[in-house]
């Protein structure tokens, strides 16, 4: 049972615009929340989170939204750059004792 | 600091054989997790060790198997192989339980023919 859902496997968008990933869950006792960013033949790497007891978190281009009570969050890029274009995982965990990933959605940027 | 390291990067391996993988957490680290990454499923927890005991444990046949050595350093073992093993294996470390950053290591491309 998929807990963490990422409905859209793919998205392109301009260089310059704003990238909007989104992200459903099913468990409410998840506490945290983070995004990953995966390039070809890398393994992925942490790129923003958010607890939830908070509804935003901001870092550079990168802001994380969180709606509980939808149970959905998205990850906010503005403005996009080519060097964006990757894999973009959302993970979910309570406590820090298991992660939940999405399937990915696949990001790119034209220039 | 060096980070994770996995080995070997790519494998091809025959049906019904079975595999070792490796993984070495960045220094430090005392937890160890392995997922399985395969298109339209994302990542799959498999399990998690830490100080030489699993922890956590996903859902996965027991044909997957894993262990920690005492200088953390993990391996996955999948005995039988089926095609439907063809994945990209990654592994990830944590410097604690609890701690919700994770490192992941570049992945180990299994394919199975």
């Known amino acids: 049972d998929q807990q963490v859902k990422q409905n859209s496997p793919s998205l392109s968008v301009q260089e310059g615009r704003i990238s909007i990933l989104n992200c459903d869950y099913t468990n409410s006792m998840f506490d945290y929340f983070l995004w990953y960013k995966k390039y070809p033949a890398e393994g992925p790497t942490f790129l923003i989170s958010?607890?939830?007891?908070?509804d935003k978190n901001e870092d550079g281009r990168f802001t994380v939204f969180l709606n509980k009570s939808a149970k959905h969050l998205s990850l906010h890029i503005v403005p996009s750059q080519p060097g964006d274009s990757a894999v973009y995982f959302c993970a979910a965990s309570f406590t820090g004792n298991q992660f939940y990933f999405g399937t990915g959605t696949s990001l790119t940027v034209i220039p | 600091k060096a980070g994770v390291t996995q080995t070997p990067r790519y494998l091809i391996k025959t049906r019904g054989q079975q595999v070792t993988l490796s993984c070495s957490p960045i220094?430090?680290?005392?937890?160890v997790s392995w997922y399985q990454q395969t298109p339209g499923q994302g990542l799959q927890f498999l399990f998690e060790?830490?100080?030489?005991?699993?922890?956590n444990k996903g859902n996965f046949p027991g044909r997957f198997s894993g262990r920690q050595f005492s200088n953390s350093r993990s391996e996955m073992n999948v005995s039988t192989l089926e095609l439907g093993d063809s994945a990209l294996y990654l592994c990830?470390?944590?410097?604690?339980?609890?701690?919700?950053?994770?490192?992941f290591g570049p992945g180990t491309r299994l394919t199975v023919t």
């Open positions: 990830a470390s944590r410097r604690k339980e609890g701690s919700y950053e994770q490192y």
């Open positions: 958010i607890s939830s007891i908070k």
């Open positions: 220094s430090g680290h005392r937890s």
């Open positions: 060790y830490f100080s030489e005991t699993q922890r």
